[in-house]
């Protein structure tokens, strides 16, 4: 009997193997995701027993602690420094700041400007500079009594906007617990928990900008804000997910806001229907592409527009007659240079003047000279 012979080739199945591992290497480090989660040494964020050498660890932000969770800092102990640079750099960590003295800010804006007015962000209490004017959100809470008020606005939590909005007794550290450690970077479509949506924003989906982290910096290089074409309409279940944990039912920006400012962005508030005229301005409406709104085709950072569906990369394209207006388009979530924390001077846009390619006119582009 003759042996049975193969055509196995040791060498050649090595050969593939190796290639197999170091293509699948390569593309977890090309990945959108690959960086996704917080990384760096423990000792960046937390500390053990907030000493070392009997002193306190749990120093960010010019506090002493100790903090929930074993970190090093409160929300704004570590976001919000108030020093030079709009991003900071601990250990091997970066930490983007929401209050500082940079010459440009991230996409979310600078609770800095309150300083110089209540009406420029949101005054948050650990800012320690109350709203003087304002003792309730804007057009309110709808369907019950206002939670939330000039003494208790907070980052995160059940009177903040980021984490778990839910449950008074734990603090803001506490409803964001595992995030940063899960954190989905990037494309967010599933905004079911705190890690798997926008910026931590419980329920919002979007895409985040992994090239300039936390940034619009130009047509191509920003943030993807989703949106609707109809906005959510006042009923419980708009603004309460399971366990009546607040979150947009529609998943979008501009739902998430109306959590808080109803009037405003329910679809009661603007007039009951998206067709013109309306009572206030509206969001998650399609941008018509007829008129005035047809030009508006090169994406503005000045005036960010919302997408139906969460894209997989940015674009530097608006589809007038697809994309949507989003609360985004003309605010700025944390503070602006502005009042009303608008993006742009509102006292600056003069209609049937001169040419004007900014703020109002950016979508309303024939108004500037009479159009």
Known sequence: MKP???NYKPRKC???LILIFTLTIF?????????????GECVNCHTMHNSQGGTAMATYGGGSGPNSCLTRGTCLGCHGQGGASKIVTIGGSQIPQVSHT???DLAGGNFKYIDTADNRGHNVIALGNNDDVLTVPPSGELGHPTSV???NLRCAGKFGCHGTRIDASKTEIEQLKGAHHQNVDGKCDTATENYNSYRFLRGVKGLENTTDKWQNLTAGSHNEYYGAITPMSNACGACHGAGQVVMPANNTISGFCATCHGSFHLLEGIGGNTSSPFKRHPTDIVIKDSGEYASYTTYSVEAPIGRTTVPDTMSSVVSPGTDVVTC??????????YPDMLRWDYSGMIAGSVSNTSGCFVCHTTKDTGG
């Open 4 to 6: 049975q012979t193969t």
């Open 14 to 16: 090595g050969f593939f």
């Open 27 to 39: 593309s977890s480090l090309i990945s959108p995701s690959a960086h996704a989660k917080v990384t």
């Open 102 to 104: 940079d010459s440009t």
């Open 149 to 151: 008020t000039n003494t």
């Open 328 to 337: 985004l388009s003309c605010h700025a979530a944390h503070g602006t240079n």
